[in-house]
Structures are given as C-alpha cells and as structure tokens.
C-alpha cells in the first residue's frame, strides 16, 4: 500500500478516538488484499446471479405476455362465437313473445267461440229433442185421429147399411 493509503486507514483504538495508522504490517495488508478480492468475487458472483435472475425474470416476462396474447386471442374467439348465437337468440325470444301477444287474444276469442258453439249446440239439441217429442206427439195424434175417423166411418157406413 502506498503512504496515502496508509495514511487514510482508520483505526479505532481503545480511548474511543479515530487516528491514522501510517505502519500496517504484511500480514495485514496480505489480509485487507484478500478480503477486498474475495469481496469482488463475492460482488463479482452475486452480479452474475442477479443477471442471470434477471434473464429468467425477462424470459418469464415473455412467456407471460405471449401467454396472455394467446388467451386475448381465444377470448375475442368465445366472444365472436358468442355474439351470433345471443342475437339470434334473443331475435327468436322476441318473435316468440310476439306471437304470444298475438295468440293471447285469438284463445281468448277462441275459448269465447267455443263457449258460444257449446251453448248454441245445447241449444240445439234441446230443440232438436223438443221436435222429436212434438214429431212423436203428432204422429199419436194422427193416429189416433185416424183411428177416430175410420170408427166414425165404420159406423156411418153402418147405419148407411141399416137404413137400406
């Protein structure tokens, strides 16, 4: 070392105070040399590694952001698969909900026509039967009125018999 450097050493000594130590001995400069070169190894070593840590970092990094492109590009996919189906869907939910609005009235009206041809049809079998039991009633009639009438002629033939 050179008298400057040795001049700059600090040594701490028992009193507390700093002085300048101008004699180190071989031993002590063989071991300041050691320390400071195993020191840059140790520096030299841990800046390889933070380097090689950063590399992966980076390569990591990369792989991270192709992965995430990737998955970007398989979302909008899903997304345009998606879109058709959902607006057909709802195209077809909207014509059905239509015709529903559509059909709403035209039961209504068809439950009401159905009520009126059950009641129209009641009312037509009951007359229909009405004129069966007056067919039945008039045809007892004309029997019987026939009936009558060939005893009324029997007997006025009869009594044109008796009177020749």
Request: aromatic letters at 2%; one cysteine or more; charged letters at 40%.
């Amino acid at each position: 070392m050179s008298n400057e450097q040795q001049n700059n050493q600090l040594v701490v000594q028992n009193s507390g105070s700093l002085s300048f130590s101008s004699h180190l001995s071989k031993e002590d400069e063989e071991m300041q040399r050691s320390a400071l070169s195993t020191f840059r190894a140790k520096e030299e070593e841990i800046e390889k590694k933070t380097m090689e840590v950063r590399e992966k970092v980076q390569l990591q990094l990369g792989r991270v952001e192709e992965e995430t492109k990737r998955l970007a590009t398989i979302r909008e996919e899903l997304e345009a698969l998606a879109d058709p189906m959902r607006k057909e869907v709802a195209l077809v939910r909207k014509k059905i909900d239509s015709v529903h609005k559509e059909l709403k009235p035209l039961s209504h009206n068809c439950q009401k026509k159905e009520k009126e041809y059950k009641d129209a049809l009641e009312a037509f079998n009951e007359k229909n039967r009405e004129k069966v039991q007056l067919i039945t009633r008039l045809m007892e009639l004309v029997s019987e009125s026939e009936r009558l009438r060939m005893k009324k002629l029997e007997e006025i033939s009869k009594n044109i018999d008796s009177m020749q």
